[in-house]
């Protein structure tokens, strides 16, 4: 059973944008923080960014800040990670998660599901 899936990787040149999406066919979003990660090669996972289902709170890692932004849909039950101006650095496996700690300057890393994760690829 899948449930949780991420779509929207692929690659992309420095400078350019992707979206990422989170969906879930078995979890209401709404009803529990969010969270997305990332592993990029020979490093260990990272919490990117996550919002909090209670008060909509979000939180960034600092690399991420003004260049990503986490929101959702209802109504599509998708929660999605716009990500600008990215760089090479942002080369990693991308990992959308539920059920863990968001705070304002905190993410969990024991979160209860998790997706398969997207690959993204920033390259000239």
């Known amino acids: 059973q899948v449930q949780l899936v991420e779509s929207g990787g692929g690659l992309v040149q420095p400078g350019g944008s992707l979206r990422l999406s989170c969906t879930s066919s078995?979890?209401?979003?709404?009803?529990?923080?969010i969270g997305w990660f990332r592993q990029a090669p020979g490093k260990e996972r990272e919490g990117v960014s996550c919002?909090?289902?209670?008060?909509?709170?979000?939180h960034y890692v600092d690399s991420a800040k003004g260049r990503f932004a986490i929101s959702s849909d209802k109504d599509k039950n998708e929660v999605y990670l716009q990500m600008d101006s990215l760089n090479i650095e942002d080369t990693a496996v991308y990992y959308c998660a539920i059920g863990g700690v968001c705070g304002s300057g905190h993410m969990g890393t024991r979160w209860d599901y998790w997706g398969q994760g997207t690959h993204v690829t920033v390259s000239s």
């Open positions: 078995k979890f209401d979003l709404r009803y529990t923080a």
């Open positions: 919002i909090r289902n209670h008060d909509g709170l979000t």
